[in-house]
């Protein structure tokens, strides 16, 4: 086969030109060229063929002289074969600049770059930077947007492995230029037409164009491929985000292709990572395969093709690969092609592997300066690792790295910055790492002294920053010397969902430096075997919300060196089966309500000097046989009130010399039998004014009496009677005077002493008023019926001491009125402050107002025997309305108005005035009392007429005291009983 214009090869080697012998080769689009030259050469080569290793080539095609093509690239293979004839067969292999990245190898990590940033830097290594299209550089045709990368590892593959794996990845080609030039592309727009004429002709067979630029052979083919690719990965920041996503492939119903682990984070991302692998598979199962004798076929470049049988190759082509073969003695050149329709965005194929780490990596834990702890919110750190040569030690080495905990639950344990830990990595793939565990070494050495402490265990944990406190647990199995420390650097709190059981079978010391505090929200229970011994060197108090109960099988002592207060609320019974010993100074019991005291047999209580019992309310006693008192000196009573005494069969009262009964008011003495008073000496009886009603009366002393019965008198005297009265006749008799206006009959030895007393008394001896006289009783003074003129009754001066003020409400007090008047009298000083502060109030005036609190409303809520009980007790208070209230204050009653509650804390009480002012016209009244607050409010910031007068009247309630009745007046003079 014959060719009138040849095409010839030549190759620019170290300033020479060799004619080339032969060519065999191929170029292919995302792949690195390679040209197989062999040419003969006498003499040798001018230098040793490792001394042209690198050097820059260019392998020139050209057809009469006129060169039609020019291929770049370098030397990295060169062979010269020894002859004894002094001509030596060469052979060289030229490549692209990029093949020169297959030699070299690295581990580093890209931080936060994408893809074309990645590949950009690392070509910058073999001086492939990015410059004007056309020229030896670097040219980026893409249309796309390609994330950041926040962690991209190249682990121990050479770079142009690299550099593949990722453009692959992300679906970018690439071809070259005339002058080494690289172009990286990722749509049919980044293609370049072929040098000169851009349509070729399809001529069948070869050698018939005179030209050579010819398409000699085109055919379309197709292969299997997948029918669908899924992909499948996990995000660990969205761990429920669904990333399962899938693209057709080529092969409508083909196979599936599945891939896991996908390698992306969001739903976006994997569709398109599986849109691009199926676009990868359709390139590879469809297109054009061809021959041509054209030069100018070249890999990522487009051509017009006419004229194929019918219609099969027309069109645009885009080249995909050109595999030379020149031999200059025999066929010349011819070349076969592959070629994909032009509109077709080439995708390379997922050739290259990505490297897999089986075996775990150590590495150190980094931070900012001065950080102890450096970690995000899922408790990942950053590590530097050994083989980084690039990386800086600081926080921004690597991504996030999560890190494995103990699967015990939430166990959390976040790597310290300095620690060396091992990492593996998920799937191997190196930009997956995981932390498994921390690793010592000789700088960050056991916290145990080794081999000295080689039985211990521990897990520690380092205060940051500083490092300088520790929280550990530490187990020592050493025999006979096991033991488990639990070291807190500051605090320690420990939970337990439900229950908690602990056992020890010898000693337990706990030690409190300073407070200690248990709460116990149901049942506490201890059981001591043997002794128990609690030693409280300040205060302590013990509070119980419902009953408490205490059982002493033995002896109890209980020893207080200064003083001892017990308060009960309610009910104090105490049971003693035998003696109940109390030793003291001074004894002083204060029941506010009841004590009930029980003894099976005896009660004793002995007090070296005095003893005070002090009960607010009632004080009941009750004997089933006998009751005794012995009182060595003297024995003082006082009732603020009423003393009820009441015996079933019999009262006798007796003193050794002297017995004294003094009432501050009257005193009355009933029996429904005789009433007998007897004096071993004599009986006196003294009072201002007396009176006495009975059917008789009879005096006698020795042989002389005084009878009266029923209008008559009868005095008898066994020796003398005397009757002196200033201002009436006296009886010329010895002894004995009349009274003038009674009749008398006197009855004596001498009866002219008899007629003499009738007629000075001015009426008959005989009939109602007459007096008999026996002996010689002398006439005294009378003594009136009436108390002192303008003496105050009780009520006026309980009246007098409520409107000045004084703290006390009586609205539901049954206190006598004497008890009431001593409670004022004690109280005194007890007045509202000019600055509407109160002073306290005594121990007796507050346990009456405490009393009143507790009885409210007593006689408004009584009604029939209770209300008559109250008053028979000398008190009694009445409901009244407000109008009444007004009305009884005016006259001269005491009136007091309650207020309920007028702020939530308290009770708030004022007395009426009697001044002509209505109840409740928004006066500050006098202050009484209140619950809570002194003045009804809790801040006690305001005074009660404050209070009164911002507070609904439909709460105030009004009470009227109600005094005992009055004693019946005493007889008038003549009629009934003689006053005596």
Request: aromatic share 6%; glycine share 12%; hydrophobic share 35%.
């Amino acid at each position: 086969m014959s060719n009138d214009r040849p095409l010839l090869y030549a190759l620019h080697l170290n300033g020479e030109t060799f004619a080339v012998r032969e060519v065999d080769g191929h170029e292919a689009i995302s792949t690195p060229f390679q040209l197989t030259l062999r040419f003969a050469l006498e003499g040798g080569l001018p230098a040793m063929p490792e001394e042209l290793l690198g050097l820059g080539a260019v392998v020139r095609m050209a057809r009469d002289g006129e060169t039609t093509r020019s291929i770049t690239g370098v030397v990295t293979e060169i062979s010269a074969s020894a002859s004894i004839r002094g001509v030596s067969e060469i052979q060289v292999v030229v490549e692209p600049q990029l093949a020169l990245l297959r030699e070299r190898v690295d581990y580093r990590v890209f931080r936060e770059k994408s893809v074309p940033e990645i590949v950009e830097e690392v070509l910058t290594g073999v001086s492939i930077r990015q410059g004007s299209e056309g020229a030896s550089g670097l040219a980026l045709r893409l249309s796309g947007e390609y994330a950041k990368r926040p962690y991209c590892v190249q682990y121990g593959e050479s770079d142009l492995d690299f550099v593949h794996r990722l453009l692959e990845d992300e679906g970018i080609f690439y071809y070259f230029l005339e002058r080494d030039g690289l172009v990286l592309g990722d749509n049919p727009g980044a293609y370049a037409p072929i040098e000169g004429e851009h349509v070729l002709p399809f001529r069948g067979g070869k050698g018939l164009d005179a030209q050579g630029e010819a398409v000699t052979a085109i055919a379309r083919r197709a292969s299997m491929s997948v029918g669908k690719v899924s992909l499948r990965d996990i995000n660990l920041e969205h761990p429920s985000l669904n990333l399962d996503v899938e693209a057709p492939g080529p092969t409508p119903g083909g196979p599936e292709l599945y891939d896991y682990p996908g390698e992306y984070a969001t739903p976006a991302e994997g569709a398109r990572k599986a849109r691009l692998m199926a676009e990868s598979f359709a390139c590879a199962s469809a297109g054009f395969a061809g021959e041509s004798l054209s030069s100018r076929l070249v890999p990522g470049h487009t051509v017009d093709v006419e004229g194929t049988p019918g219609g099969v190759g027309d069109g645009r082509h885009t080249i995909m690969r050109v595999v030379h073969a020149f031999r200059r003695t025999e066929r010349g050149f011819s070349c076969t092609f592959e070629s994909l329709d032009a509109a077709t965005t080439f995708r390379p194929p997922r050739l290259t592997p990505a490297p897999r780490l089986l075996n775990p990596v150590t590495g150190i834990v980094t931070g900012p300066p001065g950080e102890d702890i450096h970690t995000d919110a899922l408790g990942r750190v950053k590590v530097h690792f050994h083989w980084d040569r690039q990386q800086p030690y600081d926080d921004d080495c690597s991504h996030w790295i999560p890190v494995l905990q103990d699967n015990t639950g939430h166990s959390v344990g976040i790597p310290r910055v300095g620690w060396e830990v091992l990492v593996q990595f998920l799937e191997g793939d190196p930009d997956r790492p995981v932390v498994l565990g921390r690793m010592y070494n000789a700088t960050d050495s056991f916290p145990v002294p080794l081999p000295e402490g080689k039985t211990r265990s521990a897990l520690k944990s380092l205060s940051s920053p500083g490092r300088n406190g520790t929280n550990q647990i530490e187990l020592d199995d050493m025999a006979g010397q096991e033991k488990i420390t639990l070291l807190a650097e500051r605090d320690q709190t420990i939970q337990v969902a439900n229950d908690k059981a602990a056992r020890i079978l010898r000693d337990e010391q706990i030690v409190v430096v300073r407070d200690e505090r248990v709460e116990v929200d149901h049942d506490q229970r201890a059981t001591i075997d043997g002794d128990f011994s609690h030693t409280v060197e300040g205060d302590q108090a013990r509070t119980v919300a419902g009953s408490r109960s205490r059982s002493v099988e033995g002896s109890e002592t209980s020893t207080v060196v200064q003083n001892r207060r017990l308060t009960i609320g309610g009910m104090h019974q105490r049971k003693v089966g035998t003696d109940d010993v109390v030793q003291a100074k001074n004894l002083i019991e204060r029941v506010g309500a009841v004590n009930l005291e029980a003894f099976v047999k005896t009660h004793t209580t002995t007090s070296g000097q005095a003893e005070l019992l002090t009960v607010g309310g009632a004080l009941i006693e009750v004997a089933k046989k006998q009751k005794s008192e012995s009182v060595k000196k003297l024995r003082t009573e006082t009732v603020g009130g009423i003393v009820y005494t009441k015996a079933k069969d019999k009262i006798s009262a007796k003193a050794g010399k002297k017995r004294t009964i003094t009432v501050g008011g009257a005193m009355s003495v009933t029996a429904k039998g005789p009433v007998v008073v007897e004096g071993g000496e004599k009986v006196r009886m003294k009072f201002a004014t007396g009176a006495v009603k009975a059917e008789g009366v009879l005096l006698k002393v020795g042989d002389s009496f005084v009878m009266l019965h029923d209008g008559v008198v009868t005095l008898r005297a066994a020796k003398n009677l005397a009757v002196d009265v200033p201002g009436i006749n006296t009886l010329g008799s010895p002894g004995i005077a009349i009274i003038p206006g009674a009749a008398v009959m006197v009855k004596t030895a001498d009866s002219s002493a008899s007629a003499d007393a009738a007629r000075a008394s001015g009426g008959g001896t005989t009939g109602n008023g007459s007096v008999g006289v026996a002996g010689g009783l002398a006439a005294g003074p009378g003594v009136q019926g009436a108390g002192p003129p303008g003496a105050p009754s009780p009520v006026e001066a309980l009246q007098r001491a409520a409107r000045t003020g004084y703290d006390f409400d009586p609205r539901a007090c049954n206190f006598s009125v004497q008890e009431t008047l001593r409670a004022y009298a004690e109280s005194r000083g007890i007045r509202q402050g000019t600055d509407g502060q109160a002073i306290p109030l005594s121990g007796q005036a507050n346990q009456m107002v405490t009393t009143l609190q507790q009885r409210s409303s007593a006689y408004g809520q009584a009604d029939g025997a209770q209300a008559q009980a109250l008053r028979e007790q000398g008190m009694a208070w009445e409901a009244v309305t407000r109008e009444e209230a007004t009305t009884y204050a005016n006259q001269g009653d005491l009136v007091v108005a309650g207020l309920r509650n007028p702020t939530g804390s308290g009770h708030v009480a004022v007395v009426v005035p009697g001044d002509g002012r209505r109840a409740g016209d928004g006066e500050t009244y006098p202050f009484v009392s209140g619950g809570g607050s002194r003045y009804g409010a809790s801040d006690g910031s305001r005074t009660s007429g404050e209070v009164w007068n911002r507070t609904d009247r439909s709460n105030v309630e009004y009470y009227r005291f109600v005094p005992p009745p009055a004693p019946p007046p005493p007889p008038a003079r003549g009629t009934g009983a003689p006053t005596i």
